[in-house]
């Protein structure tokens, strides 16, 4: 078993989940993707995650509606959530409820270095 913290990214478009995974994994998390909300809201009743990246468009279930689920369920309560969307005016409605918001395009690096800022190490460490 791992001892990273999990990541979670909830993304339907293979290119940026493949991006994600690799931005998150040198930030020092243990990555599982999703292109299905309801497979990852599934895998997070499981096992909450530390962090999730969640795409707003996916195509069984929006990201707002995941987000809101989570927030709703207490065990998720302390799961980061990082934003990634192309839709600025339904992320900025969310934007008290998440972390971050980043609008897509979303680099590599901008990514990692957000992803290295929320990590756990990095938080107890700069307490």
């Known amino acids: 078993m791992s001892t990273l913290p999990l990541a979670l990214i909830v993304e ?3 290119h940026q ?3 994600f995974s690799h931005a998150l994994q ?5 990555i599982r993707a999703y292109m299905n909300g309801q497979q990852a809201l599934d ?3 499981e096992t909450p995650p530390y962090l999730v990246v969640l795409d707003l468009h996916l195509p069984d279930i929006t ?3 995941i987000l809101h689920r989570m927030r709703a369920d207490k065990s998720l309560a302390e799961t980061k959530v990082i ?3 192309a839709n600025p005016h339904m992320a900025e409605s969310l934007r008290e409820i998440s972390e971050l918001v980043l609008i897509k395009p979303v680099s590599f690096s901008q990514l990692k270095q957000l992803a290295m800022r929320l990590h756990p190490e990095h938080l107890h ?3």
């Open 63 to 65: 990201g707002d509606k």
């Open 12 to 14: 339907d478009d293979p």
């Open 125 to 127: 460490s700069s307490e």
């Open 43 to 45: 895998q997070m009743a």
């Open 17 to 19: 989940s493949e991006i």
């Open 26 to 30: 040198q930030a020092g998390y243990e």
């Open 83 to 85: 934003l990634a969307t």
